[in-house]
């Protein structure tokens, strides 16, 4: 093998085994925090902020140091956020209100000094660090130009579902083939936070095509 390969593979590799060590880590952290929530009186209420479908290999460059801020700071009270919950323009805001309450302030007084007890708040310098990586990797929001269809049944379907927690992804954020797995997930998202998925045939409750919403997704997919 030629020296310069061996150079390249010996970096993959060390760069795989850096990658594998950080999400063991970020896997520990976040099983540490549901252990904290077992002994907490307040571990029921922490534990239903955010639903748990969303897993430390899933981070957006997951070795970097962002992605470590996000699992250093964020699994203390509540499971891990996706990046995409909020588009570029609100994390900002919801990174600043998430600080306060680490600090053991906001709007439940005493009981929010109580339940912050040993949670660590980031510095000045990690805060902005942490938004930016949020704000990276933050959903895109749709452009209704761009896709006519959102007025018909399928885009209907699509506008419902999506815009019950966040503002509508653009179907450019992933492949035809990523597609699937992510609707699945937000499908068990919505089952969690009692929003609607269409299981139930009742004439008087929206109904949701997620058959129609992935066909969308897919169609308009990005290619690679």
């Given at each position: 093998?030629?020296?310069?390969?061996?150079?390249?593979?010996?970096?993959?590799?060390?760069?795989?085994?850096?990658?594998?060590?950080?999400?063991?880590?970020?896997?520990?952290?976040?099983?540490?925090?549901?252990?904290?929530?077992?002994?907490?009186?307040?571990?029921p209420?922490?534990?239903?902020?955010?639903?748990?479908?969303?897993?430390?290999?899933?981070?957006?460059?997951?070795?970097?140091?962002?992605?470590?801020?996000?699992?250093q700071?964020?699994v203390?009270?509540?499971?891990?956020?996706?990046?995409?919950?909020?588009?570029?323009?609100?994390w900002p805001?919801?990174?600043?209100?998430?600080?306060?309450?680490?600090?053991?302030?906001?709007?439940?007084?005493?009981?929010?000094?109580?339940?912050?007890?040993?949670?660590?708040?980031p510095?000045?310098?990690?805060?902005?660090?942490?938004?930016?990586?949020l704000?990276r990797?933050?959903?895109?929001?749709?452009?209704?130009?761009r896709?006519?269809?959102?007025?018909?049944?399928?885009?209907?379907?699509?506008?419902?579902?999506?815009?019950?927690?966040?503002?509508?992804?653009?179907?450019?954020?992933?492949?035809?083939?990523?597609?699937?797995?992510?609707?699945?997930?937000?499908?068990?998202?919505m089952?969690?936070?009692?929003?609607?998925?269409?299981t139930?045939?009742?004439?008087?409750?929206?109904?949701?095509?997620?058959?129609?919403i992935?066909?969308?997704?897919?169609?308009?997919?990005?290619?690679?």
């Amino acid at each position: 093998m030629h020296p310069r390969s061996i150079t390249g593979f010996v970096a993959a590799a060390l760069t795989l085994a850096t990658y594998a060590a950080t999400i063991a880590d970020f896997d520990q952290a976040v099983k540490g925090a549901r252990l904290r929530w077992e002994a907490s009186s307040h571990g029921p209420m922490l534990e239903r902020i955010l639903p748990p479908t969303f897993e430390p290999a899933q981070l957006p460059e997951p070795a970097s140091h962002g992605a470590e801020l996000v699992v250093q700071y964020c699994v203390q009270c509540h499971n891990l956020a996706n990046p995409a919950m909020h588009n570029p323009e609100k994390w900002p805001i919801v990174v600043d209100r998430m600080v306060v309450r680490m600090k053991g302030h906001g709007n439940m007084g005493e009981l929010m000094r109580e339940m912050m007890a040993g949670v660590q708040a980031p510095t000045e310098e990690e805060e902005k660090q942490l938004v930016a990586y949020l704000q990276r990797h933050g959903q895109r929001a749709i452009d209704p130009k761009r896709y006519p269809e959102l007025d018909q049944p399928s885009g209907q379907s699509f506008k419902l579902a999506c815009g019950q927690c966040h503002v509508l992804p653009d179907p450019r954020r992933h492949t035809a083939a990523e597609w699937p797995a992510v609707v699945a997930r937000m499908e068990q998202n919505m089952a969690w936070m009692n929003r609607v998925v269409g299981t139930r045939r009742d004439p008087t409750e929206p109904q949701l095509r997620l058959d129609e919403i992935l066909g969308f997704l897919q169609k308009y997919a990005r290619k690679s």
